[in-house]
C-alpha cells in the first residue's frame, strides 16, 4: 500500500521558469516531510523539509508547500536550472525524529537549457 | 569523504547464493537504515539500528535476509537463496538521533540475480 504518491512520472520545464512537483499522502498521522533527489548512480541526497505545524518552508530557489487539509504536499524550483535535472522523492515521517521514511516513486526532472 | 559508504557497488550472483553487502555511515551517526529500490518505485525500507541494536524490522525482510551491526559502526546486509525477485538497489543510509531532519544515503549496492 502506497502511502506516499507522486503521480507524475515525469516532467519537463524550460530553463529558467518555474518547476512545479507534487506528492499526495494517505496517512494523517505523517508529520515531517522530505524532499530528495537523486541523479543516476548516486543515492538520494536531501534537498528540504516541512514539518506539519509550518505550511511553507524555503531555501533558496526550492520551496515546499504543505496543505495537511489535502494530504498534499509541493516543491517549488524557481527558476529552474538545468542542473536540477535529476529524479525527485518526496518522504513522509510519523514523527519529527522518526525511525522510518516512506518514499513516493518519484518525479524525473528535466529543465531544457 | 566522510559520507556514507557501500561496498560492493554491483554483484552480480547467481540464483541459490548468498551475498552480503556493507554499509559504513557518517561516523558519528547512531543510526543506520538499510532500503531497497527497484526502477521505477522509490526506496523501501527494509531495516533499522540506532547503535548496534535492530529496533525495526520491515515486514519486506524475509527470513532469507539478515542485517547485523555488530559494533555500532559498519553494517552488514546478507541475502541467502537469493532469487530473481531480489535483483534491486540496496541503499544504506545514517542519521544522528535526536536531530531532526534527513536521512544521508550511501551511493548504494546493486544486485541482479541471474
Known amino acids: 500500500d502506497q502511502q506516499v504518491k507522486q503521480n507524475s512520472p515525469s516532467l519537463s520545464v524550460q530553463e529558467g521558469r518555474i518547476s512545479i512537483l507534487n506528492c499526495d499522502y494517505t496517512?494523517?498521522?505523517?508529520?515531517?516531510f522530505l524532499w530528495y533527489k537523486k541523479y543516476p548512480a548516486e543515492g538520494p541526497t536531501f534537498l528540504i523539509s516541512?514539518?506539519?505545524?509550518?505550511d511553507k518552508n524555503e531555501d533558496g530557489r526550492f520551496t515546499v508547500f504543505l496543505n495537511k487539509s489535502a494530504k498534499h504536499l509541493s516543491l517549488h524550483i524557481v527558476p529552474s536550472q538545468p542542473g536540477d535535472s535529476a529524479v525527485y522523492f518526496c518522504a513522509a515521517s510519523l514523527a519529527l525524529t522518526g525511525n522510518q521514511f516512506y518514499f513516493g516513486t518519484g518525479t524525473s526532472l528535466t529543465v531544457i537549457p | 569523504d566522510t559520507g556514507v559508504s557501500q561496498n560492493p557497488r554491483h554483484k552480480i550472483t547467481k540464483r541459490g547464493q548468498n551475498v552480503t553487502f556493507r554499509c559504513d555511515p557518517i561516523?558519528?551517526?547512531?543510526?543506520l537504515y538499510w532500503y531497497r529500490q527497484t526502477l521505477g518505485q522509490g526506496p523501501e525500507f527494509l531495516t533499522y539500528f540506532q547503535n548496534e541494536a535492530q529496533l525495526e524490522k520491515s515486514r519486506l525482510l524475509s527470513d532469507r535476509f539478515s542485517a547485523e551491526r555488530p559494533k555500532g559502526s559498519f553494517s552488514t546486509l546478507e541475502i541467502q537463496r537469493t532469487e530473481q525477485g531480489d535483483s534491486a538497489m540496496y541503499l544504506c543510509?545514517?542519521?544522528?538521533?535526536?536531530?531532526?531532519?534527513?536521512?544521508?544515503f550511501g551511493e548504494g549496492s546493486r544486485l541482479t540475480v541471474l
Open positions: 561516523s558519528e551517526h547512531n543510526r
Open positions: 516541512i514539518s506539519s505545524i509550518k
Open positions: 496517512n494523517s498521522m505523517f508529520d515531517y
Open positions: 543510509a545514517s542519521s544522528l538521533s535526536g536531530v531532526t531532519g534527513e536521512l544521508f
